[in-house]
Nanobody, 125 residues
Framework: QVQLVESGGGLVQAGGSLRLSCAAS????????MGWFRQAPGKEREFVAA?????????STSNSVKGRFTISRDNAKNTVYLQMNSLKPEDTAVYYC?????????????????WGQGTQVTVSS
């Protein structure tokens, strides 16, 4: 059974930083692409960042967070991270970790069958 558990969310002032973590279990983590998505109240879930699995180098980051957010992974710890810097009030959302099947980098939520429960990030102005 695949489990994804996010942590690291919280309340932060604008301009501050947070690092989200997502601990994965139940699959061979290193072979799967991983992604971060977010959903604000009344809005659809949107892509934030993704990273490929073994053999598929590179990352993708949405334009809205490019230059501020960085995705990374530690395969030895079965964990993917989202470092968020220079946070803005519009970054406020529930952030979800997702796992794909296969190493190919992907950026749409429909390509991710496994999801965590989400962690709330609130940025105050």
């Amino acid at each position: 059974q695949v489990q994804l558990v996010e942590s690291g969310g919280g309340l932060v002032q604008a301009g501050g930083s947070l690092r989200l973590s997502c601990a994965a279990s139940g699959r061979t983590f290193s072979t799967d692409a991983m992604g971060w998505f977010r959903q604000a109240p009344g809005k659809e879930r949107e892509f934030v960042a993704a990273i490929g699995g073994i053999g598929w180098s590179g990352v993708s980051t949405s334009n809205s967070v490019k230059g501020r957010f960085t995705i990374s992974r530690d395969n030895a710890k079965n964990t993917v991270y989202l470092q968020m810097n220079s946070l803005k009030p519009e970054d406020t959302a529930v952030y979800y970790c997702a796992a794909a099947v296969g190493s190919r980098l992907r950026t749409t939520r429909y390509e991710y069958p496994y999801w965590g429960q989400g962690t709330q990030v609130t940025v105050s102005s």
